[in-house]
């Protein structure tokens, strides 16, 4: 097996090496046997096996065991954590701007979201438990060391993860880390990547309506850092209002959601960024997109059943690439492309 000799990250309970598996670089994760029983070892390849998802980091195989310890191969990512994209930029090789941002935290929400939807807490989510990707700016959520399958407050797993991003009932000793916490962590990633200053563990919601005013993401991330977790969004309650904002920093434009007169009804209009703000909504032809492909990023592996959307923004042309798959009994019966093009 060939090996670069270079550790390339530190895991919850191993190191991380570049190693070629199966003809493919790979991220190797190599765990002493002493630290992890085979049955923790067992729970950690399920929760990968139940998690995968283009925006979660991948195992691209069984574990073995070899020196005296678990060989673990995981996806390889060929770019940064997102601590170095915010915290060491002179080190980083990715630029934040607007658009980059908004790529980051739609892959990384739609990673915890398809995570949530499989009933798995991650308890450790930081910037460095997240990658991204060079060229592509696809986030992806790794070390999944201390996840946790839960059930209707029944867990799999030890309640454990870091103090930094932790939410305030547990810092309080007030609760156990399930999704609502893994939310507020997220909610804190995003006000430091769009920021770009470390936060305090005491984050609010009216800290966040401060510094983040100015922000289309303002309005969420207060949802999603509520103090009372009963009061806190889940991703299912985001996931649709962050893919519509992605959509939106792309196309270069607001989306307004004002009632009409007398009927208390929202009317959808457009505003262009880089042209004078209008007074009111602006109809546009496109409402039909809005409502019906403002939907998924493409879900990996694609589903037996059902519809796929894949939303993709072609800088070069200005273009918004819309892939439609339509699937029945696991095969493709229908494929279609749309382009639009802000006027």
Known sequence: ???????????????????????????????????????????????????????????????????????????????????????????????????????????????????????????????????????????????????????????SAQNCGNVAYSAPEILQGNGVRDKRSDVWAMGKIITELITGVRQSSNLASPTIREMLKDSPYCNVVSKMVATNPSERASMAEMIIEIRHLSVGIHLGIDMLAKPKAGTGQAKLGLVAHDGPRRTGPVPVPIRVFVSEFFKVPILCPLPPNGTVTHLHFDDESGQLVIKQIFMRNGNIVKHENMKIRKS
């Not at 190693?19 to 085979?38: D, H, L, Q, Y």
């Not at 930029?89 to 979201?113: D, H, N, R, Y």
Request: hydrophobic content about 40%.
């Open 1 to 155: 097996m060939a090996c670069s000799r270079k550790t390339i990250a530190r895991g919850c309970f191993g190191k991380i090496y570049k190693e070629k598996f199966n003809g493919t670089w790979a991220a190797m994760k190599k765990v002493p046997m002493g630290i992890i029983s085979k049955k923790q070892l067992e729970g950690e390849c399920k929760v990968y096996h139940s998690a995968r998802h283009c925006h979660v980091v991948k195992l691209l195989g069984d574990p073995w065991l070899q020196d005296g310890r678990w060989h673990i191969p995981l996806e390889f990512i060929k770019g940064e954590d997102l601590e170095t994209t915010i915290f060491k930029v002179q080190e980083s090789k990715v630029q934040l701007t607007p658009k980059v941002k908004a790529t980051i935290i739609t892959g990384m929400c739609e990673g915890l979201f398809h995570l949530h939807s499989k009933n798995i807490v991650h308890q450790d989510l930081k910037p460095d438990n997240i990658m991204v990707e060079h060229g592509t700016h696809r986030a992806v959520i790794i070390d999944m060391g201390l996840a946790k399958f839960s059930f209707n407050g029944f867990s």
